[in-house]
C-alpha cells in the first residue's frame, strides 16, 4: 500500500509539473496581427480605436499595393511591420521583382469565383484535389499500434497561387506568442477571414527550450539554437531549408525571411528528390497523419494534410509524403506538426477528415485574400 501511494504521488507530481509547464499559459507575447488586420480590414477585438487602427492599417495596405516600384512598396511594408513589432526585431523586406500577377494571369480571375474545393480571385488562386489509394505496406512500428489502420492512405493537396507573398500569413493562437495558448483552427481561420487555413509546427515544443528561430510575418520572436532543420520562407516568395548548422538569425535578417517552421523534417533533397532518411526522432518515422508545406517557385505552394488513425486510412511513412512531394514537382518540402492536429479549413468548412473532433492547435498557416471576399 505504501509503494502504491508514492507511486500514486510521483503521478500526480508529474502530472502537476507538466499541466504548469504545458498547459497554463505564460510568457505570452501579443503577437504582431498588422497583415491579418490589413487583409480583413476589421479589428477582432470590436474596441472602437482598434477598428479604427485597423481600417487606417488597411488603408496603408492598400496604398502600399498601388505604390509604383519595387523599393517603395519595401519601405511601406517595411514600416507596416516595424510598426506592429512591439520592440520586437524585424526582418528586411525584399520582394521578388516580378509581377507575379502577369506571372501567374491565367490562374487569376478578375471577379471571386469559389466552390467548396476551389477559389480565385484578382490575387489567388487555390484548388483542392483529394487522393486516397491502398499502399502495399502495413505500420508494424510503435509496438503494432498502427496495425489497425490497415494499408489505406488518403491525404488532400491545396495548389495554391498568390499574387501578392502577404497572401500568405501565420497567426498565433489566441495572437499570442508563448507557452500554453491554445485555439481552434476554424476559430482562427474565422479571424483570418482565411481562404485557407491549416495547423502550424506547434513552435513551443519543449517549452521553447533549443527550439530554434521563430519567424512570423517578419516579425522576430525566438532565435535560440536547435537540432531540428528550419524551414523558412522569405519576402521574396523563395524558401529555403536549414540544416542546424547553417542557421544564422542576422543572415536571416538580411536575406529577408518572412515565415519560419521548426519541426520538420525536410522532405526533399537539393534536385526535388524524395529522401529516404530524415532528421528526426523514431516517434516521427512511424505512419501518422501529418501536414506539410511544400514550394515550386516564388508565388507558387502547396499544403498537403493526411487524414489517418482509422480504419480505411493509416497516415503517411515520412518516405511515402516524400514521394508525393517528389511527384508533384516541388523544390522543396517540410513536415509540420501532425497527429491530431493534422487540419486544414476551406472558408467556413473542415476540408479534409481528422481522426477525432477538432483539436486545439499552438498556430496555423492561413492563405488570405486582402480583397476581401466576405467568407
Not at 202 to 222: E, P
Not at 350 to 375: C, M, S, W
Amino acid at each position: 500500500m505504501v509503494f502504491a501511494a508514492d507511486i500514486l504521488i510521483a503521478a500526480l507530481l508529474v502530472t502537476g509539473i507538466w499541466g504548469v509547464d504545458y498547459l497554463l499559459p505564460q510568457k505570452g507575447i501579443q503577437a504582431q496581427t498588422a497583415l491579418a488586420s490589413a487583409s480583413s480590414g476589421k479589428s477582432s477585438s470590436g474596441s472602437l480605436k482598434q477598428e479604427e487602427e485597423s481600417a487606417a492599417q488597411a488603408t496603408e495596405k492598400k496604398a502600399v499595393q498601388s505604390k509604383a516600384g519595387d523599393s517603395q512598396r519595401e519601405a511601406a511594408l517595411q514600416q507596416l511591420v516595424d510598426g506592429n513589432a512591439r520592440g520586437l526585431k524585424t526582418t528586411k523586406v525584399k520582394l521578388d521583382s516580378q509581377d507575379w500577377h502577369k506571372k501567374f494571369a491565367d490562374k487569376f480571375t478578375s471577379k471571386v469565383k469559389s466552390t467548396d474545393t476551389s477559389y480565385t480571385s484578382p490575387d489567388l488562386s487555390v484548388e483542392l484535389s483529394y487522393h486516397s489509394y491502398q499502399s502495399d505496406r502495413l505500420d508494424t512500428t510503435g509496438n503494432g499500434n498502427h496495425r489497425k489502420y490497415g494499408k489505406g492512405i488518403s491525404y488532400v493537396i491545396a495548389d495554391i497561387y498568390v499574387g501578392d507573398i502577404t497572401c500568405l500569413q501565420t497567426c498565433f493562437a489566441q495572437d499570442t506568442y508563448g507557452v500554453g495558448y491554445t485555439e481552434m483552427m476554424t476559430s482562427m481561420s474565422s479571424r483570418m477571414k482565411s481562404v485557407l487555413g491549416v495547423n502550424g509546427d506547434s513552435y513551443s515544443n519543449s517549452r521553447h527550450a533549443d527550439n530554434g528561430t521563430i519567424i512570423r510575418n517578419g516579425v522576430i520572436y525566438r532565435a535560440k539554437s536547435t537540432d531540428m532543420e528550419t524551414c523558412v520562407l522569405n519576402w521574396d516568395g523563395t524558401m529555403k531549408i536549414y540544416s542546424p548548422q547553417e542557421l544564422n538569425t542576422q543572415q536571416l535578417i538580411e536575406e529577408g525571411a518572412y515565415q519560419s517552421w521548426i519541426f520538420g523534417p525536410s522532405l526533399l533533397d537539393d534536385q526535388g528528390k524524395a529522401k529516404d532518411s530524415f532528421l528526426t526522432w523514431s516517434y516521427i518515422r512511424e505512419s501518422h497523419p501529418r501536414t506539410a508545406i511544400g514550394y515550386y517557385e516564388p508565388g507558387h505552394y502547396c499544403l498537403v494534410v493526411v487524414d489517418g488513425r482509422q480504419s480505411t486510412t493509416r497516415g503517411m511513412f515520412l518516405e511515402e509524403l516524400a514521394k508525393v512531394f517528389q511527384d508533384l514537382g516541388c523544390k522543396a518540402a517540410y513536415n509540420l506538426d501532425g497527429g491530431h492536429c493534422s487540419f486544414m479549413t476551406m472558408g467556413n468548412n473542415i476540408a479534409n477528415h481528422p481522426y477525432r473532433p477538432e483539436h486545439q492547435v499552438e498556430d496555423g498557416i492561413f492563405i488570405t485574400d486582402f480583397k476581401g471576399a466576405g467568407l
